[in-house]
């Protein structure tokens, strides 16, 4: 096949499948995103982080299907506008043609791969650092005024009226127990500024005054400041506070590798780490998988001259039809029974396999199929 040719075609594949690969992922990623960030996320700057961490996992799992779409779209259409008999009438067999289509899908392996062993792991966990900050309140601008926010085991009860700035607040009025101190403590402030420092926030309150009282005493103590600094464990200039608890989704390969857990002593881990696994290791593979169907089903239901064009069209379907059954067999059968690994493994060699038969058959009609004029002599 000629070099531009080559180029040309893989070229208009890369760009449907990216077209489609952006296409299935926007809609699943703004839809996470507004499932599980109030409107204050965005004023607290947790838009950004909660996208990183979303993102990477989607583009993986949906690059085989945008692939495989692609392919097939790409096909479909060149069956319906003849190119592939004047692909033929240049004695370009079947496999010939597959060659660019097969590169570009094989690049879509790797990409997979580096998503989900490398890109992914290293983001995905700050969905759940977001996820953890909106549950605990830990961003002070996404604090409500009117409320009441409980923080440090329930030591600590927070209160104020408005917002006058992105970090100022008037009306603040906090009840909290001092173990320094060992004291019970009221501070009203008129004014409190948030001010975030690389360890977490500290709350800078102007005049107001604190009451308090030794534990067990019956005495109130009174005295009014000017300013008052209070630090307050929410989420500082340094990043997203850490969760207490680490997923296998967050492990690089290697890490990942060595955690396997002991399907005796941990079966609903072992379950876990299965699932993640299939996904990780399985689901990039699709996208050969999904371009070799692709092209098998088209080229089985179309002529090279463009009839049964509507036939090829309707075969697009069957890719996402694979990849979802595969998808979830991955995500809820490995879960309830890790041996059912070997049930996804086994779908993806079928299909596989089915593919390279189907496109044999109609190599195997190649000479056939081009015109007398380029037949060889008997």
Same mark, same amino acid.
Request: net charge neutral; with cysteine; hydrophobic share 50%.
């Given at each position: 096949m000629p070099r531009l040719l080559y180029l040309y075609l893989a070229k208009r594949i890369a760009l449907s499948a990216?077209? @489609?690969? &952006? #296409?299935?992922?926007?809609?699943?990623?703004?839809?996470?995103? /507004?499932?599980?960030?109030?409107?204050?996320?965005?004023? #607290?700057?947790?838009?950004?982080?909660?996208?990183?961490? &979303?993102?990477? &996992?989607? +583009?993986? @799992?949906?690059?085989?299907?945008?692939? #495989?779409?692609? !392919?097939? +779209?790409?096909?479909? =259409?060149?069956?319906?506008?003849?190119?592939i008999a004047v692909l033929y009438s240049v004695r370009l067999s079947v496999w010939s043609i597959c060659v660019p289509y097969i590169c570009v899908a094989a690049i879509a392996v790797g990409a997979g791969y580096w998503i989900s062993s490398v /890109?992914?792991?290293?983001?995905?966990?700050?969905?759940?650092? !977001? @996820?953890?900050?909106?549950?605990?309140? +830990?961003?002070?601008?996404?604090?409500?005024?009117? $409320?009441?926010?409980? /923080?440090? %085991?329930?030591?600590? &009860?927070?209160?104020?009226? =408005?917002? =006058?700035?992105? %970090?100022? !607040?008037? #009306?603040? /009025? @906090?009840? $909290?127990?001092?173990?320094?101190?060992?004291?019970?403590?009221?501070?009203?402030a008129a004014e409190t500024e948030f001010r975030r420092n690389e360890q977490g926030v500290v709350m800078i309150m102007s005049k107001g005054s604190i009451q308090s009282r030794s534990e067990g005493g019956a005495t109130m103590r009174t005295a009014n400041f000017d300013e008052y600094v209070i630090p307050i464990d929410m989420q500082g200039a340094g990043g997203l506070p850490k969760r207490g608890w680490r997923g296998l989704f967050e492990l690089s390969s290697g890490a990942f590798l060595h955690a396997l857990p002991n399907p005796a002593w941990d079966p609903r881990g072992y379950a876990e780490w299965m699932s993640e696994a299939t996904k990780r290791f399985a689901i990039p593979l699709l996208a050969l998988t999904h371009a070799l169907l692709a092209i098998g089903l088209v080229l089985s239901v179309a002529t090279p001259t463009g009839r049964g064009a509507a036939a090829a069209s309707a075969m697009v379907g069957a890719i996402p039809a694979v990849h979802v059954a595969i998808l979830v067999c991955a995500e809820t059968l490995v879960r309830q029974d890790p041996r059912l690994v070997w049930l996804i493994g086994l779908a993806i060699l079928a299909e596989f396999v089915a593919a390279i038969v189907l496109i044999q058959r109609q190599n195997a009609d190649f000479p056939a199929r081009r015109p007398l004029s380029l037949q060889p002599a008997r």
């Open positions: 990216l077209l @489609i690969e &952006t #296409g299935l992922c926007l809609p699943v990623v703004m839809t996470t995103l /507004f499932q599980h960030l109030p409107a204050a996320a965005i004023r #607290g700057g947790l838009l950004t982080p909660a996208l990183l961490g &979303t993102m990477p &996992t989607v +583009l993986y @799992i949906a690059l085989p299907m945008a692939v #495989g779409i692609a !392919v097939a +779209l790409e096909f479909a =259409r060149m069956s319906a506008d003849g190119m /890109f992914a792991p290293a983001n995905v966990g700050k969905m759940h650092d !977001v @996820i953890h900050v909106i549950r605990n309140s +830990l961003n002070h601008r996404m604090l409500q005024p009117g $409320q009441f926010y409980t /923080f440090d %085991d329930g030591s600590r &009860t927070l209160y104020f009226q =408005r917002w =006058r700035s992105a %970090d100022v !607040v008037s #009306g603040m /009025f @906090i009840h $909290q127990f001092s173990t320094e101190k060992n004291e019970e403590q009221i501070i009203t």
